[in-house]
């Protein structure tokens, strides 16, 4: 007898923490906006010299680390498919109808549980 969760099955505490973290994610939305757009321009930061002298300037700017993040948090949501090293010449018609129906049916689970 088969022990364990049946192949293709969701894990439950995972399927769970996926949908805490989205609902937190969700309430954050606005938030995280903010924080994306203040990495990709910076913060605008008014200083005071010793001398009385005022610089205004924006600092820390960096889009590079604002994309990088949007793409972590979209995995989350969009998980990578993962790499098919055999190229689909090499393949026979009957390994890529059952590569087509495993991606359809994770995709179909992952937009079910979402």
């Known amino acids: 007898m088969p022990r364990g969760r049946p192949k293709g099955s969701q894990n439950k505490v995972r399927a769970e923490a996926k949908q805490v973290f989205a609902m937190i994610l969700q309430e954050m939305a606005p938030e995280a906006k903010e924080w994306l ?9 008014e200083k005071t010299n010793p001398d009385g002298t005022t610089v205004n300037g924006r600092f820390g700017a960096d889009p590079g680390k604002a994309v990088d993040l949007l793409l972590k948090m979209s995995e989350f949501y969009f998980p990578k498919l993962a790499r098919v090293e055999k190229g689909i010449a090499d393949a026979s018609d009957e390994e890529l109808i059952v590569e087509l129906r495993k991606r359809t049916a994770e995709v179909n689970a992952d937009t079910l549980d979402a």
Do not use: D, K, L, M
């Not at 757009?37 to 930061?45: K, P, T």
């Open 37 to 45: 757009r203040e990495c990709a321009q910076g913060i605008e930061i």
